[in-house]
Protein backbone atom coordinates (compact mmCIF):
# COMPACT_ATOMS: atom_id res chain seq x y z
CA UNK A 1 0.00 0.00 0.00
CA UNK A 2 1.39 3.32 -1.11
CA UNK A 3 1.77 5.92 1.29
CA UNK A 4 1.23 8.97 0.40
CA UNK A 5 -0.77 11.43 2.36
CA UNK A 6 -3.10 15.28 1.79
CA UNK A 7 -4.44 17.67 4.06
CA UNK A 8 -7.08 18.88 4.58
CA UNK A 9 -9.23 16.50 2.82
CA UNK A 10 -11.84 19.03 2.24
CA UNK A 11 -11.13 23.07 3.07
CA UNK A 12 -14.29 25.38 2.96
CA UNK A 13 -12.96 29.34 2.37
CA UNK A 14 -13.59 32.67 1.74
CA UNK A 15 -12.35 34.61 -1.39
CA UNK A 16 -9.34 36.00 -0.91
CA UNK A 17 -7.55 33.74 1.56
CA UNK A 18 -4.40 32.54 1.48
CA UNK A 19 -4.32 28.15 1.20
CA UNK A 20 -1.75 25.76 1.49
CA UNK A 21 -2.63 21.91 0.22
CA UNK A 22 0.13 19.63 1.95
CA UNK A 23 1.29 16.54 0.00
CA UNK A 24 3.45 14.50 1.95
CA UNK A 25 4.75 10.89 1.06
CA UNK A 26 7.03 8.04 3.03
CA UNK A 27 8.55 5.93 -0.45
CA UNK A 28 11.47 8.26 -0.74
CA UNK A 29 10.37 9.06 -4.13
CA UNK A 30 12.02 11.59 -6.34
CA UNK A 31 8.89 12.29 -8.64
CA UNK A 32 5.92 14.31 -7.29
CA UNK A 33 2.28 15.49 -9.15
CA UNK A 34 -0.45 17.34 -8.87
CA UNK A 35 -3.56 17.29 -10.44
CA UNK A 36 -6.50 19.39 -10.70
CA UNK A 37 -9.64 17.03 -10.79
CA UNK A 38 -13.42 17.73 -11.45
CA UNK A 39 -15.26 15.49 -9.68
CA UNK A 40 -15.19 12.05 -11.79
CA UNK A 41 -13.61 13.99 -14.54
CA UNK A 42 -10.28 13.66 -16.07
CA UNK A 43 -7.38 14.79 -14.49
CA UNK A 44 -5.28 17.49 -15.25
CA UNK A 45 -1.38 17.90 -14.32
CA UNK A 46 -1.01 21.45 -13.25
CA UNK A 47 2.39 21.02 -11.33
CA UNK A 48 5.32 18.17 -11.19
CA UNK A 49 8.81 18.02 -9.65
CA UNK A 50 11.54 15.76 -10.60
CA UNK A 51 13.10 16.41 -7.52
CA UNK A 52 14.50 18.55 -4.34
CA UNK A 53 14.50 22.35 -5.88
CA UNK A 54 13.04 20.75 -9.18
CA UNK A 55 9.18 22.34 -10.00
CA UNK A 56 7.61 22.74 -13.77
CA UNK A 57 4.17 23.53 -14.62
CA UNK A 58 1.86 20.88 -15.78
CA UNK A 59 -0.61 20.74 -19.11
CA UNK A 60 -3.30 22.82 -17.25
CA UNK A 61 -2.28 26.84 -16.42
CA UNK A 62 -2.90 27.08 -13.13
CA UNK A 63 -2.63 29.84 -10.50
CA UNK A 64 -1.06 28.04 -7.81
CA UNK A 65 2.43 27.80 -6.94
CA UNK A 66 4.36 24.78 -5.45
CA UNK A 67 7.29 23.85 -3.76
CA UNK A 68 9.68 21.00 -3.41
CA UNK A 69 12.09 21.85 -0.33
CA UNK A 70 12.11 18.04 0.65
CA UNK A 71 11.93 15.15 -1.06
CA UNK A 72 8.72 14.00 1.02
CA UNK A 73 6.99 17.11 1.33
CA UNK A 74 5.34 19.16 -2.33
CA UNK A 75 2.74 20.93 -1.09
CA UNK A 76 0.80 23.89 -3.06
CA UNK A 77 -0.09 27.20 -2.43
CA UNK A 78 -3.04 29.26 -3.52
CA UNK A 79 -2.11 33.36 -2.53
CA UNK A 80 -5.42 35.09 -3.31
CA UNK A 81 -8.42 32.34 -3.19
CA UNK A 82 -11.24 32.58 -5.68
CA UNK A 83 -14.50 30.40 -6.71
CA UNK A 84 -12.67 29.66 -9.81
CA UNK A 85 -10.63 27.38 -7.27
CA UNK A 86 -13.14 24.76 -6.70
CA UNK A 87 -11.96 21.69 -7.34
CA UNK A 88 -10.44 18.62 -6.16
CA UNK A 89 -6.54 18.57 -5.77
CA UNK A 90 -4.87 15.76 -6.32
CA UNK A 91 -0.93 14.71 -5.04
CA UNK A 92 0.77 11.75 -6.98
CA UNK A 93 4.44 10.42 -6.86
CA UNK A 94 6.14 7.99 -8.69
CA UNK A 95 9.59 5.93 -8.33
CA UNK A 96 10.36 6.61 -12.31
CA UNK A 97 9.36 6.53 -15.68
CA UNK A 98 7.53 3.10 -16.53
CA UNK A 99 6.72 3.29 -13.05
CA UNK A 100 2.99 3.51 -11.74
CA UNK A 101 2.17 6.99 -9.81
CA UNK A 102 0.50 6.29 -6.39
CA UNK A 103 -1.88 8.75 -5.79
CA UNK A 104 -2.90 10.61 -1.97
CA UNK A 105 -6.83 10.84 -1.70
CA UNK A 106 -7.32 14.18 -2.47
CA UNK A 107 -8.38 17.76 -0.88
CA UNK A 108 -11.69 19.14 -2.13
CA UNK A 109 -11.38 22.57 -2.58
CA UNK A 110 -14.57 24.98 -1.97
CA UNK A 111 -14.28 28.80 -2.38
CA UNK A 112 -16.92 31.11 -1.18
CA UNK B 1 2.41 15.83 -27.70
CA UNK B 2 0.33 12.37 -26.43
CA UNK B 3 -3.12 12.16 -26.31
CA UNK B 4 -5.43 9.27 -24.73
CA UNK B 5 -8.93 8.81 -25.80
CA UNK B 6 -10.86 6.79 -23.72
CA UNK B 7 -14.35 4.95 -24.19
CA UNK B 8 -17.24 4.53 -23.31
CA UNK B 9 -17.50 7.71 -20.83
CA UNK B 10 -20.67 5.27 -18.68
CA UNK B 11 -20.68 1.74 -18.57
CA UNK B 12 -23.30 0.03 -17.03
CA UNK B 13 -23.45 -3.92 -16.48
CA UNK B 14 -25.17 -6.59 -15.18
CA UNK B 15 -23.40 -8.63 -11.73
CA UNK B 16 -21.69 -11.21 -13.55
CA UNK B 17 -21.61 -10.15 -16.82
CA UNK B 18 -18.20 -8.91 -18.21
CA UNK B 19 -17.25 -5.10 -18.88
CA UNK B 20 -14.78 -3.58 -21.45
CA UNK B 21 -13.11 0.06 -21.49
CA UNK B 22 -10.94 0.58 -24.19
CA UNK B 23 -8.75 3.44 -25.06
CA UNK B 24 -6.13 4.86 -27.79
CA UNK B 25 -2.98 6.78 -27.77
CA UNK B 26 -0.90 8.76 -30.39
CA UNK B 27 2.34 8.80 -29.62
CA UNK B 28 3.73 5.71 -31.10
CA UNK B 29 7.07 6.10 -28.39
CA UNK B 30 4.26 5.25 -25.50
CA UNK B 31 5.90 2.41 -23.54
CA UNK B 32 4.25 2.16 -20.72
CA UNK B 33 -0.14 1.54 -19.47
CA UNK B 34 -1.69 1.96 -16.21
CA UNK B 35 -5.00 1.71 -15.31
CA UNK B 36 -7.23 3.05 -12.38
CA UNK B 37 -9.76 2.72 -11.08
CA UNK B 38 -11.26 5.84 -8.32
CA UNK B 39 -14.21 5.23 -5.78
CA UNK B 40 -15.78 7.83 -4.43
CA UNK B 41 -13.99 10.02 -2.18
CA UNK B 42 -10.96 8.31 -2.72
CA UNK B 43 -7.64 8.95 -5.14
CA UNK B 44 -7.39 6.65 -8.17
CA UNK B 45 -5.79 3.23 -7.62
CA UNK B 46 -3.78 1.07 -9.82
CA UNK B 47 -5.28 -2.38 -10.76
CA UNK B 48 -2.80 -3.26 -13.37
CA UNK B 49 -0.38 -1.73 -15.99
CA UNK B 50 1.12 -3.15 -19.25
CA UNK B 51 4.58 -2.74 -21.07
CA UNK B 52 4.97 -2.35 -24.51
CA UNK B 53 7.16 -5.32 -24.30
CA UNK B 54 4.20 -7.89 -23.74
CA UNK B 55 0.34 -8.03 -25.52
CA UNK B 56 -2.01 -9.37 -22.49
CA UNK B 57 -1.74 -9.51 -18.73
CA UNK B 58 -4.08 -11.16 -16.50
CA UNK B 59 -4.91 -10.43 -12.90
CA UNK B 60 -7.46 -12.46 -11.63
CA UNK B 61 -10.81 -11.32 -12.92
CA UNK B 62 -8.61 -8.27 -14.43
CA UNK B 63 -7.23 -8.62 -17.86
CA UNK B 64 -5.41 -6.04 -19.99
CA UNK B 65 -4.36 -6.10 -23.68
CA UNK B 66 -2.04 -3.96 -25.91
CA UNK B 67 -2.11 -3.71 -29.55
CA UNK B 68 0.80 -1.56 -30.31
CA UNK B 69 0.45 -1.69 -33.97
CA UNK B 70 -3.37 -0.04 -33.66
CA UNK B 71 -2.12 1.75 -30.88
CA UNK B 72 -4.98 0.68 -28.17
CA UNK B 73 -5.31 -0.92 -25.04
CA UNK B 74 -8.18 -2.37 -23.23
CA UNK B 75 -8.92 -3.25 -19.90
CA UNK B 76 -11.20 -6.61 -19.40
CA UNK B 77 -13.32 -7.03 -16.31
CA UNK B 78 -15.07 -10.97 -16.03
CA UNK B 79 -17.79 -11.57 -13.39
CA UNK B 80 -18.30 -7.80 -12.85
CA UNK B 81 -19.47 -7.53 -8.99
CA UNK B 82 -21.20 -4.57 -7.70
CA UNK B 83 -17.98 -3.53 -5.72
CA UNK B 84 -16.62 -2.83 -9.24
CA UNK B 85 -18.36 0.25 -9.96
CA UNK B 86 -16.04 3.29 -9.84
CA UNK B 87 -14.78 5.29 -12.34
CA UNK B 88 -11.68 3.80 -14.48
CA UNK B 89 -8.96 5.59 -16.02
CA UNK B 90 -6.32 4.79 -18.47
CA UNK B 91 -3.03 6.44 -19.34
CA UNK B 92 -0.08 6.33 -21.31
CA UNK B 93 3.73 7.10 -20.40
CA UNK B 94 6.83 7.45 -22.22
CA UNK B 95 10.11 6.13 -20.72
CA UNK B 96 12.22 8.87 -19.41
CA UNK B 97 9.14 11.51 -20.13
CA UNK B 98 8.03 10.93 -16.27
CA UNK B 99 4.57 11.76 -17.09
CA UNK B 100 1.41 10.18 -17.51
CA UNK B 101 -1.49 11.09 -20.02
CA UNK B 102 -4.99 10.04 -18.77
CA UNK B 103 -7.75 9.62 -20.29
CA UNK B 104 -11.17 10.67 -19.78
CA UNK B 105 -12.57 8.19 -17.30
CA UNK B 106 -15.60 5.70 -17.41
CA UNK B 107 -17.78 5.27 -15.25
CA UNK B 108 -18.64 1.58 -14.45
CA UNK B 109 -22.21 0.73 -12.94
CA UNK B 110 -22.58 -2.88 -11.83
CA UNK B 111 -26.22 -3.73 -10.83
CA UNK B 112 -27.02 -6.58 -8.79
Redesign the interface.
Known sequence: EADIY?TPRYLVIGTGKKITLECSQTMGHD?M?WYQQDP????H?IH?S?GVNSTEKG?LSSESTVSRIRTEHFPLTLESARPSHTSQY?C?S?Q???????????TRLSIL | ?ENVEQHPSTLSVQEGDSAVIKCTYSDSAS??F?W?K?EL??????II?I?SNVGEKKDQRIAVTLNKTAKHFSLHITETQPEDSA?Y?CAA????????V????T?LLVSP
Do not use: C, W
Open positions: QKYGMELLYYDLATGSNQPQHFGDG | GNYPYQGKGPQLDRVFGITGFQKLFGTGR
